[in-house]
C-alpha cells in the first residue's frame, strides 16, 4: 500500500524568503503521481504542483518548484519569495495510476510580515 | 479549468435525521468521484470510492448503512449521512477524477461543512 509522510507538523518562514516542504512516500507501483495541495482556512484544497514519476525533471509553477528524489522517495515542496496568501496547511499526496489520492498528515505553513 | 462544486456548503441538522450531500463535476463525465472527511487540524481521511453505476467502495471502518453513496450519473455523487449524531459533525470534501488530463488530474469541490444538534 502506498504510504505519504510529512514530518513537519508546522512551519513558519519571513516574507519574502524562501521554505521547504519535506514530504516522503512509498509505492510499488512503476507508474505514480505525486502532488502539493494547499488547504487555506476556506478549507478548499487547491493544486499547488504535480509530478510524473516517469519524468526525471522538476516541475515548477511559477515561485512553486519541487526536489524529486526517485531513489530516495522524496518529494519536497519548495516556495520561493514567500507571500502572505501562501499561509495555509500544504498536504503531499500520491497516486498509483489511476488509483485514488494518498495523503500526508499535513504542514501548517505560518508567513510572518 | 475543470469545477467540481459540492452543496451545501453549511447544513445544521438534528440528531436522527438523515442529511445529504451533492458533489458535481461542472464541465467534466467523472465516473470515479471520492468522499472524504476531515477532522479538525488532521489530513482528510477517504471514506470511499463513487462509482458511475456501480456500489461504492468503502475505506476500512466506514460504516456503508450510515454514509449512503449514490453516483447515480456522470456528473452526480451524493453522500448521505442517515440517523445523524453530534459525532458525525464535520468536514466533508469530494473529488472528482477528470480521465481527460494528464495523471487523472483530480479536482476538489469546495467541501461541506456538517454539524448534527
Known amino acids: 500500500a502506498q504510504t505519504v509522510t510529512q514530518s513537519q507538523p508546522e512551519m513558519s518562514v519571513q516574507e519574502a524568503e524562501t521554505v521547504t516542504l519535506s514530504c516522503t512516500y512509498d509505492t510499488s507501483e512503476s507508474d505514480y503521481y505525486l502532488f502539493w495541495y494547499k488547504q487555506p482556512p476556506s478549507r478548499q484544497m487547491i493544486l499547488v504542483i504535480r509530478q510524473e514519476a516517469y519524468k526525471q525533471q522538476n516541475a515548477t509553477e511559477n515561485r512553486f518548484s519541487v526536489n524529486f528524489q526517485k531513489a530516495a522517495k522524496s518529494f519536497s515542496l519548495k516556495i520561493s519569495d514567500s507571500q502572505l496568501g501562501d499561509a495555509a496547511m500544504y498536504f503531499c499526496?500520491?497516486?498509483?495510476?489511476?488509483?485514488?489520492?494518498?495523503f500526508g498528515q499535513g504542514t501548517r505553513l505560518t508567513i510572518n510580515p | 479549468g475543470a469545477v467540481v462544486s459540492q452543496h451545501p456548503s453549511w447544513v445544521i441538522c438534528k440528531s436522527g435525521t438523515s442529511v445529504k450531500i451533492e458533489c458535481r463535476s461542472l464541465d467534466f463525465q467523472a465516473t470515479t468521484m471520492f468522499w472524504y472527511r476531515q477532522f479538525p487540524k488532521q489530513s482528510l481521511m477517504l471514506m470511499a470510492t463513487s462509482n458511475e453505476g456501480s456500489k461504492a467502495t468503502y475505506e476500512q471502518g466506514v460504516e456503508k448503512d450510515k454514509f449512503l453513496i449514490n453516483h447515480a450519473s456522470l456528473t452526480l455523487s451524493t453522500l448521505t449521512v442517515t440517523s445523524a449524531h453530534p459525532e458525525d459533525s464535520s468536514f466533508y470534501i469530494c473529488?472528482?477524477?477528470?480521465?481527460?488530463?494528464?495523471?487523472?488530474?483530480?479536482?476538489f469541490g469546495e467541501g461541506s461543512w456538517l454539524t448534527v444538534v
Open positions: 473529488s472528482a477524477r477528470d480521465l481527460r488530463g494528464p495523471g487523472n488530474t483530480i479536482y
Open positions: 499526496a500520491s497516486k498509483e495510476g489511476a488509483q485514488k489520492l494518498v
